[in-house]
């Protein structure tokens, strides 16, 4: 199973980011998706996650209301849609997919590769 994300960047506070994750070797799963991000010196973190059907979708507190995960399952991909960025957004941002919906880290069992996502104030 590999997960490929894609999309971070250098953008300045109140700008918008997409982020893309590419789920691939894992025909037939009915799994939950997520992201995590970890800042320098911090421990990994839940951004959001969302289940195979979508109806059960999880946020952070730090990202309520600015960030959106979505789904593609044809395309087997995750999404996260980051509008109105902070500079302590910035952070490594994995996709990752978990064995349950608990969205701890200790639950995923496959991560990607990370993807730099800077903030500038």
């Known amino acids: 199973v590999q997960l490929q994300a894609s999309g971070g960047g250098l953008v300045e506070a109140g700008d918008s980011l997409t982020l893309s994750c590419v789920v691939s070797?894992?025909?037939?799963?009915?799994?939950?998706l997520a992201w995590f991000r970890q800042a320098t010196g911090k421990e990994r973190e839940i951004v959001a996650g969302?289940?195979?059907?979508?109806?059960?979708?999880y946020y952070a507190d730090s990202v309520k209301g600015r960030f959106t995960i979505s789904r593609d399952n044809v395309q087997n991909t995750v999404f996260l849609q980051m509008n109105s960025l902070k500079p302590e957004d910035t952070a490594v941002y994995y996709c990752?997919?978990?064995?349950?919906?608990?969205?701890?880290?200790?639950?995923?069992?496959?991560w990607g590769q990370g993807t730099q996502v800077t903030v500038s104030s």
């Open positions: 070797g894992r025909a037939g799963g009915a799994d939950p």
């Open positions: 990752a997919l978990p064995v349950d919906v608990t969205w701890r880290s200790s639950s995923v069992r496959y």
């Open positions: 969302i289940a195979w059907s979508a109806e059960n979708v």
